[in-house]
Nanobody
């Protein structure tokens, strides 16, 4: 079994920065893709960014140039800069381990105007 634990969410003013972390624990031999998704109130969950095992990254258009995803061992990070009120959401990390997808519990990010 694999568990993902997120940290780093919080309240920040528009234009500010936050760094999210997500650490995996359990029986893990290797992790393929890692990523972050988010869900704002009343909206569907959307993909924010992901990073492959070969460090290839992809971002949603809405966060390009402001967010950076990275990974190290069993942890994935999301550096968020120049945050906007529309970035307010619950952010979920996810990882693909042995062809199974695992999700974190979510961390709240609130950006005030």
């Amino acid at each position: 079994q694999v568990q993902l634990v997120e940290s780093g969410g919080g309240l920040v003013q528009a234009g500010g920065s936050l760094r999210l972390s997500c650490a995996a624990s359990g029986t893990i031999f290797s992790i393929n893709d890692m990523g972050w998704s988010r869900q704002a109130p009343g909206k569907q969950r959307e993909l924010v960014a992901f990073i492959t095992k070969d460090d290839i990254t992809k971002y949603a258009d809405s966060v390009k140039g402001r967010f950076t995803i990275s990974r190290a061992k069993n942890t994935v990070y999301l550096q968020m800069s120049n945050l906007k009120p529309e970035d307010t959401a619950v952010y979920y990390c996810w990882m693909v381990v042995a062809n199974r997808e695992y999700w974190g519990q979510g961390t709240q990010v609130t950006v005030s105007s």
